[in-house]
């Protein structure tokens, strides 16, 4: 059983629309990342969110961490080819050695 | 600056046979973090260092070997490839953070 689910598995968009992916659990997380990762290359960080309720914004990507920490999304304005990948999210807890629990990953295909 | 790297990046091997796969960094992260990905499990941990000569389990160890002799090396044995082991391995190192630089990934199938 994974730690952090993630939601939806597979998003299929057409450009210019916008889409959310959801990592939820129900411990409680001293932070949470995002990360990316294109066919065949390693995962590439894109945020950390620390606060509860903590909103960052790159670019189109808006990540937001839950009030409780137990929660994050992921929310892309006008989406473009480009941002087609996997989207991981992660959790580290304190105490845990700089240990990250990664949840299964959301799909995204932006198409043209 | 050349950060981390695995190799090799693609191998194949049979049932039974001995297999290392590399990891080397260039930034002297103090952590280092061997994990494999599948299909619908995402990032599983196999196991960690948190410096030279001190390793520890992550959530799926058994049928692996880790050593690390040196700050930037980090090797991951399979003593006896089984086929559940097919899969691909990324190495990952942070220095006391919790933001991992990922390598590039090794994609091992074993016959």
Redesign the interface.
Known sequence: T?LLE?SP?FLSIQEGENLTVYCNSSSVF??L?WYRQEP??????LV?VVTGGEVKKLKRLTFQFGDARKDSSLHITAAQPGDTGLY?C?G?RTGY????S????TTVTVRA | DAGITQSPRYKITETGRQVTLMCHQTWSHS?M?W?RQDL??????IY?S?AADIT?K?EVPDGYVVSRSKTENFPLTLESATRSQTSVY?C?S?D??????????TRLTVT
Request: avoid cysteine.
């Open positions: 994974q993630q598995q001293s932070s990342q065949g290359e390693g995962p590439v960080l950390t991981l992660a580290a050695d700089y240990k990250l990664f949840g299964a990953g | 952590y973090f994990y619908g499990h995402g990032l599983r941990l960690y948190a520890d992550g990324f990952a942070t006391l953070t919790y933001e991992q630089y990922f390598g590039p990934g």
